[in-house]
């Protein structure tokens, strides 16, 4: 059975910088894409950057040039570095692996538990 594991989440100012880090266990990680989920409180979810297994990126517009996704396969791990953070970002943020066919991400697990991540102004 995948599961995944999100940490990394906290508390920061605007306009500061975040790792969340995304741990994959019970699958195969190297032939799978990855792709970040965040859900604002009381707002619906909303995938925010996805990699293909062979490391293509893609960002919603709202995070785009602020966020920036990366894997390590040895260590079968997805990054989300999040940089000039502001207000709006403020969400739980979720992992999950799955399909990049062509510039389209298809989720195949669920979310893990979430990490936190809260950004004061």
């Known amino acids: 059975q995948v599961q995944v594991m999100e940490s990394g989440g906290g508390l920061v100012q605007a306009g500061e910088s975040l790792t969340l880090s995304c741990v994959v266990s019970g699958s195969r990680f190297t032939i799978h894409g990855a792709g970040w989920y965040r859900q604002p409180p009381g707002k619906q979810p909303e995938l925010v950057a996805w990699i293909s297994r062979n490391g293509t990126t893609d960002y919603a517009a709202s995070v785009k040039g602020r966020f920036s996704i990366s894997r390590d396969n040895a260590k079968n791990t997805v990054l989300l570095q999040m940089n000039s953070l502001n207000a709006e970002d403020t969400a739980d943020y979720y992992c999950?692996?799955?399909?990049?066919?062509?510039?389209?991400?298809?989720?195949?697990?669920?979310w893990g538990q979430g990490t936190q991540v809260t950004v004061s102004s």
């Open positions: 999950t692996i799955g399909a990049f066919i062509g510039t389209d991400y298809y989720p195949s697990s669920r």
